[in-house]
């Protein structure tokens, strides 16, 4: 049987027949909730699928998958979750951070979840802990006020005399107080002024940069946030608009001409929980499966920017990154 015959694709939504159902009783079903759009997730989508291959899992083979997409939209997030517990799935992968991963605890208990690149699930309340996260839930972790203090580090490693530093923040992020109080560590161990840029739309983003030059802001830090993430190319290309040198938390921003990145590597993330998916769709239960961290951070830095941005990069730095975008 063709996919085709039996997935029928509305809104970027999966939905099935009820003949088809009927045909297809031992297929799970996995309930893909993003906070995210589709159009700029295609490189994490792909890793997710690797790790669901290497599993043992092929979409349409012996797996089916519901996607819902909030498009940035969090206060989406709760209605979506709903509708595919209604379908109902065998099991939740949620995708985007924070968001998407509480809406769906709050959605349901029983129902096994796994996450994908959450800033510290502990201190959410998503897990238990790490080793043993109880309940339905587990995933991948990532770290919030390290980027921070990390980032602000280098920005000043880059321009040393930086004496204010801004951090844009999408302030309806669940992690927004992890991300102030590493602003607070920078400002402290650095001895810089930070100032916070609220943005949690499109035309926020714009309103916030049209400040920097009044600030006099000497670097730009970008955390991952999945609302942010999804607006990379505006966010970049603003950065270049206002010559604010500026480091971001995925190498998807370096790759789209951002300064520089710092931090774990989001696809890897996606694949990791893809298999843990896969372990759980054979019969493991999320509480006996540990959360994983990060394995590796990485440095990218984008030289043609730096000399468009008139900035000399230390030969130190360089030796020190992952990858030099030329």
Same mark, same amino acid.
């Given at each position: 049987m063709r996919r085709r015959d039996f997935v029928i694709v509305v809104g970027g939504a999966a939905a099935w027949p009820i003949t088809a159902r009927a045909q297809q009783p031992a297929m799970p079903v996995v309930g893909f909730l993003s906070s995210r759009s589709p159009g700029e997730s295609s490189g994490v989508l792909a890793a997710f699928y690797q790790g669901l291959r290497e599993a043992g899992f092929i979409e349409g083979k012996n797996v089916l998958i519901a996607f819902r997409w909030a498009e940035g939209r969090y206060d989406r997030l709760p209605a979506l979750a709903a509708d595919l517990i209604g379908l109902p799935v065998t099991a939740l992968f949620t995708a985007g951070g924070a968001p998407a991963a509480l809406a769906a605890k709050a959605a349901t208990s029983t129902i096994p979840i796994v996450f994908s690149a959450v800033n510290e699930p502990v201190q959410l309340g998503l897990v238990a802990s790490l080793s043993r996260p109880g309940g339905n839930v587990t995933g991948m972790s990532t770290f919030a006020a390290e980027f921070w203090a990390k980032s602000a580090e280098l920005l000043k490693e880059l321009v040393p005399t930086a004496i204010v530093i801004a951090y844009l923040m999408n302030p309806s992020s669940p @992690?927004?107080?992890?991300?102030?109080?590493?602003?607070?560590?920078?400002? @402290?161990?650095?001895?810089?002024d930070v100032r916070v840029l609220n943005a949690g739309t499109e035309q926020e983003i714009e309103s916030v940069f049209a400040t920097l030059p009044n600030l006099r802001a000497g670097g730009l830090v970008v955390p991952n946030e999945p609302f942010l993430d999804a607006q990379r190319v505006k966010i970049v290309a603003l950065s270049a608009r206002y010559a604010v040198p500026a480091v971001y938390s995925l190498r998807e921003y370096a790759v789209a001409g951002g300064l520089m990145s710092y931090g774990f590597n989001l696809p890897d993330s996606y694949r990791r929980a893809g298999i843990y998916l896969g372990r759980v769709l054979k019969g493991e239960q999320p509480t006996d499966l540990p959360v994983q961290q990060p394995q590796k951070f990485e440095l990218v830095i984008n030289l043609k920017t730096a000399k468009t941005l008139g900035l000399h990069v230390p030969l130190s730095l360089q030796q020190r990154a992952d990858e030099i975008i030329e």
């Open positions: @992690s927004a107080e992890r991300y102030l109080s590493g602003a607070a560590i920078a400002a @402290s161990t650095l001895g810089i």
